[in-house]
């Protein structure tokens, strides 16, 4: 192909690759991918001879700067036109090579431009471009001195930014409408985006939330049709926008963008029929576990430990608490069982009597438990060594346990009984138990005046209302608290 006297076309090994692909434009099939598997890589014009600059080989070529997004870059001027290396453009853009072409994708959009070895002709309008969807005579890349280097006008041309030299000006990601759609066993809603930005969506606890970074938006509540979100609130949180709406158990979350030309979709469905993709701990804040352990007290005439923890988990189990407890009348856990559903515990409890033969000892105490765990994971998370996705639902401080036993020393007290509070560190299940854990002594079986106390209903009835009821004080302020963890176990 001739114009004004010189033959235009991209040398790679033998192949002319201009009129393969201007021939593949214009029948309307586009060839790269194939042309970038099929030649020979490129081979950058040679660069400058020893003591020689760009400008005396015949490129006119100046240094410059440009603001790219608000952040200074080093520009060139080539032949009057602005160009940037393509390692500039990778803080706001993915730019990679493909074959004869260069790849830029961000804010939305998708730019393919081929690699015009000729720099005098990749800044005319010679060459065609792919801006997303639409081809166009534009600049564009080429070799300087061995590296690519990319045409700014181009670039915002494809990114529908705002560009005079020595400035490029990409909009400030806003949202620009919410809508929603109610489904059968899901809803949705839609977020409708500006441009293309960092998406974050976690399971706090029984709340959905999903962060979108740096975008611009009002703070506002929506309501929808849907059965499964009936209502999403949008906040501020910094720079970022939120939007958070409750996500049942049964529900699971799932989202996505739709990347358009000019603008983004960000797609959430929430409800049964989305499958539950997050991680296992997190239904820890709505599902605890509460395990109650009766120790069998041979001697004493009636099982109160049974009878106590069964009262408890009743109570518990009828407002909705998860309860196990590890053995009945006939037959107990064996201990390997007992030590792994410990493990598993969110809270447990030991029920015992004090037993030492000749021991003047009475009255009913509450034990915390004293030294390291067991468990090396469990120390490792406790002393900060290590800090897991959502460790801290799977191991509490030892704060837990002290929070714990306050609570139910003040329900005993509150019903005219006084609990002394001790630690221990010879109980095996309280050192493998990951979060609150106590010892419950409810007397002494050597102790006569402790015995009779335990004889009487009533007296079995505080004890247990009192266990029940600072368990579940205890669970329902953790998962108040553990609503607004991030995997990073940090509150924004």
């Known amino acids: 192909m001739k114009s004004g006297g010189k033959s235009h076309y991209w040398k790679s090994g033998r192949v002319r690759v201009s009129l393969l692909l201007t021939g593949a434009l214009a029948s309307g099939g586009l060839l790269w991918a194939g042309l970038a598997d099929a030649q020979t890589p490129l081979q950058p014009q040679s660069a400058p001879g020893p003591g020689q600059t760009a400008t005396e080989q015949g490129s006119p070529l100046q240094s410059s700067k440009l603001s790219l997004a608000g952040q200074t870059v080093d520009s060139v001027r080539l032949y009057g036109a602005e160009y940037v290396r393509q390692t500039e453009l990778q803080g706001l853009l993915r730019v990679w090579r493909e074959g004869p072409l260069v790849r830029i994708e961000g804010l939305g959009h998708v730019l393919y431009l081929p690699i015009d070895e000729d720099q005098q002709r990749s800044t005319t309008d010679f060459n065609t471009v792919q801006l997303d969807t639409e081809r166009v005579k534009a600049r564009t890349a080429t070799f300087l001195n061995g590296a690519i280097y990319i045409p700014v006008d181009t670039v915002a041309r494809g990114l529908g930014a705002e560009y005079q030299p020595g400035s490029l000006k990409v909009g400030v990601p806003a949202l620009q409408a919410v809508s929603s759609r109610a489904g059968k066993d899901a809803d949705r809603i839609v977020l409708d985006l500006n441009r293309d930005v960092e998406i974050v969506d976690e399971q706090r606890g029984a709340t959905a939330v999903v962060t979108l970074r740096g975008v611009k938006g009002d703070a506002q509540k929506y309501t929808t049709r849907g059965v499964f979100v009936p209502a999403v609130t949008m906040t501020r949180q910094g720079d970022d926008l939120q939007l958070t709406f409750p996500l049942t158990a049964a529900s699971g979350l799932r989202t996505y963008k739709v990347i358009r030309p000019g603008s983004v979709r960000v797609i959430v469905d929430a409800g049964p029929g989305i499958p539950r993709n997050s991680p296992a701990l997190l239904a820890r804040v709505t599902r605890p576990l509460v395990v109650l352990d009766p120790a069998k007290v041979p001697g004493v ?24 407890v590890t053995r009945d009348s006939a037959s107990a856990m064996p201990l390997n069982d007992k030590l792994t559903l410990t493990r598993q515990s969110d809270v447990y409890l030991a029920l015992d009597l004090g037993r030492l033969p000749g021991s003047p000892r009475g009255g009913v105490t509450v034990y915390e438990q004293s030294g390291r765990s067991s468990s090396q994971f469990v120390n490792a998370i406790r002393n900060g060594s290590a800090n897991p996705p959502y460790g ?21 007290r509150g019903s005219g009984v006084n609990a002394g509070q001790e630690s221990t560190s010879r109980v095996l299940t309280l050192r493998e138990a990951p979060q609150a854990a106590l010892l419950f002594e409810l007397g002494w079986a050597s102790n006569a005046s402790d015995l009779a106390n ?21 669970l329902t302020a953790r998962a108040n608290n553990n609503a607004n963890l991030t995997a990073e176990g940090v509150k924004p």
């Not at 009262?311 to 518990?316: D, I, K, T, V, Y």
């Not at 639902?393 to 005993?412: F, I, P, Y």
């Open 454 to 474: 335990l004889r009487v209903n009533d007296r079995l009835d505080i004890m247990a209302v009192s266990l029940a009821r600072s368990v579940a004080t205890y």
């Open 392 to 412: 801290v639902l799977a191991v509490g401080n030892t704060g837990n346990s002290r929070k714990l036993a306050d609570l139910l020393r003040g329900e005993l």
């Open 301 to 324: 005439g009636r099982d109160v430990t049974l009878e106590v923890a069964r009262r408890a988990g009743e109570l518990l189990t009828k407002a909705g608490w998860q309860v196990r």
